[in-house]
């Protein structure tokens, strides 16, 4: 029998607390596909709104990090700020915070906002199939890791408050901890284990309606947005390559500009020439 279990109810309590206490409470929720990641973050979600009196319900949920930041802060005009002490549930977030896309401007952004909203006393709990695969500078804003390992079972961690390590992860210890007693309890970071209920039938149409839809809509939006960051880039590019084309001797031959950008030497000559 483990001795650390503790009731979903009761972490939900601990994260309002911390809240009212004008802490940040973001939660990233790890494991592999299907074992119920979705459904442990959404009963979270639940018993949260109960001790808060907020609102839950499935359009919390969200696949775009867009929508996620206008939640948090707004839109251009103001609008769709949330209110405090709300929650918001993005089901996806290795799609906004990956960490091979740290260059990324909104991503960066999406990241400077989550250091900054902590007086929206916002509850934020997301889903990821291998949290070590987010953007370091995203995970260190986490601060209770909950990890799936079967239907109805969670491990949660928090970070380890210790001001002399650059690693409040642990993760090499307590991967070679986890291995030696094949399970978590050992584990620096380790707090509790939750059990937790499956979705009734209700529920469970919620989620796929509300995921059907809103997951499409989210990545069509990507693919555009990415393809007008492209086209941006490219003609930033292309008006560079054309600057280097001077009237005068001194102008950049194609072969140096070939050289100093990595592009081959006929693809520039075409852009100068404007046939491509």
């Known amino acids: 029998m483990v001795k650390y279990i503790e009731k ?29 990641k979705s459904t442990f973050a959404t009963q979270l979600c639940k ?34 700020q949330l209110d405090e002490y709300s929650i918001i549930l993005p089901d996806e977030l290795f799609s906004m915070f990956y960490r091979r896309n740290w260059y990324d401007e909104e991503q960066i952004d999406g990241i400077a906002t989550f250091n900054m909203c902590r007086d929206r006393h916002i509850m ?14 995203f995970t260190s804003r986490i601060r209770f890791y909950v990890y799936i ?9 928090q970070q380890e408050n210790n001001p002399f390590s650059n690693d409040n992860w642990n993760v090499q210890e307590n991967k ?16 509790c284990e939750i059990h937790y209920n499956d979705w009734n039938s209700s529920e469970k149409a919620k989620y796929y309606k509300i995921r059907n839809s809103k997951r499409l809509k989210a990545i069509d939006q990507n693919k555009s ?20 084309k001077k009237p005068i001797k001194k102008g950049l031959s194609n072969k140096e500009v070939s050289d100093i950008i990595g592009m081959s030497r006929e693809a520039v000559r075409l852009i100068r020439e404007g046939l491509r």
């Open 225 to 244: 947005e990415k393809q007008e960051r492209y086209s941006a880039i490219k003609k930033q590019r292309d008006d560079l390559i054309k600057i280097t």
């Open 149 to 157: 390992p079967k239907r109805g079972i969670a491990w949660v961690f």
């Open 124 to 137: 934020l709990c997301g889903n990821v199939p291998n949290f070590w695969d987010l953007d370091s500078a």
């Open 176 to 191: 070679k901890l986890f291995r030696k007693h094949n399970n978590p309890f050992k584990c620096k970071n380790f707090v």
């Open 47 to 80: 018993n949260y709104a109960k001790k808060a009196e907020t609102y839950w319900g499935f359009d919390r949920m969200t696949w775009s990090r867009k929508e996620v930041m206008t939640w948090i802060n707004g839109d251009k005009k103001g609008d769709g």
């Open 8 to 36: 979903i109810e009761d972490f939900a309590g601990l994260i309002f607390n911390l809240l009212k206490s004008d802490r940040d409470v973001n939660i990233a929720v790890g494991g592999f596909t299907g074992e119920g």
